[in-house]
């Protein structure tokens, strides 16, 4: 991970920076070539106000982007929202399924109630719980437990045997705002034929609260479920929104004074005054990066790393003496890897040159090559020998030429600029 913490003396100049670091990280993606999903995220654990990710697009990968087709919005799955949903009219209550989910202490139950499919019949999508959007109405909401009915009936206290509200056993029933309130009553808040086995009456009735788009506290829609292709986009009401698997590269933070304020730290502002700076925190995984390379710069004979990244520019190749190959001189291979090192000079950059002088068939080495993935092959086989040219291979275009040694830096240092 390559992390960069920045510090501003005030808000404006650090949301400059936080610009700046933004611009940074989307010229890197796009000088190696790399396609990338700019999207509105969540600061979580993190804290601050502004919080931003960059996702590679892949079916691999173990995020979720969310963007619309018209105007280009764009969030993680955590923070995206969708066109306010409607209670479905002709949602029938045997389309209507119940997630159980359980507080951390196990005395809560909670039971989230939600259309089963996107549509009021049976052939649309299943629909699926947000585990984020409960846990913002109820803290203590623990997502990780799977079988929250059994346990919740394991750790069952009746209210009748403790008189602190806050240690017997509950249950909390929110109801997803595509639940027409005329289905409420058709939902069984409960099955409780276990616990009628194992418990006595008077742990009855247990106390239960329910949580409804017309509760105020938590506003006038609550959208429970995970968003589906073609949801309303919040944002221009007008386009459809898209879910895309991906892979979270780097992540930017305006922290603003969160951490500065406790820490006192403060700096000396031209006013005389002592001022809290203002923090940004931003990374970059680097080895995440790799494999998402791979995935796009790669094909079925190994990989084609884009020269920007690659571990060298060019690898030199020669037969091997053991081999009973084309061997040139050790004199003309020396020779002509002092003109690939020296090639930059002819031009604006330099050229980072691997010799590959292991005593193994030119052959293997050259699949060898392929495999790794170098931008450019020379080869220093029987047409060196032979005519003292140098054969060269671009990785990307399959490209094959031979070229004499006097035009040999010539002829690298164009190809290289191609790619």
Known sequence: MKDLYTFDATEDAALKTYGEVQGAYKAL???????????????????????????FPSLSGEDTVISCRNCGYCANEETAQITPPKPISDLAASRIATFHGITGDRKALINIHYPRYTKATDDGVLNEVHAGRVKNIIRDFDPSVMNALDIWFDNFVGYAHLADVESYSRVINIFDARIPPSCYGDIPPNRFSKMIEKKSMEDFPIPTASITLDNPEFGSSLNLLKIQDGDGCPKCGEGKL??????ELGHTFHLGTRYTVPLRADVLNEA??????????????????????????SDHNGL??????????????HGSVKKNAAVPPKEDIEAVYDVLVAGGLAGATDVDVILDDRDKDIVWKLKDAVLVGYPIVCIMGKSWVNSKKVEIEVRKTKARLE????????VIEGLLKEL
């Open 272 to 297: 005389g005054e002592w001022k809290p700076m203002v923090m940004g925190c931003h990374g970059i995984g680097v080895s995440r990066m790799i494999p998402a390379i791979a995935e796009v710069y």
């Open 403 to 410: 070229v004499e040694l006097g035009d040999l830096a010539t």
């Open 304 to 317: 084609c790393w884009p020269r920007v990244v690659a571990p060298y520019d060019v690898v030199l190749v």
């Open 29 to 55: 993606f796009e000088e190696i070539g790399l396609p990338y999903i700019h999207a509105e995220a969540d600061s979580g654990n993190m804290g601050g106000s502004l919080s931003h990710e960059y996702h």
């Open 242 to 247: 898209r879910a895309t698997g991906a892979i």
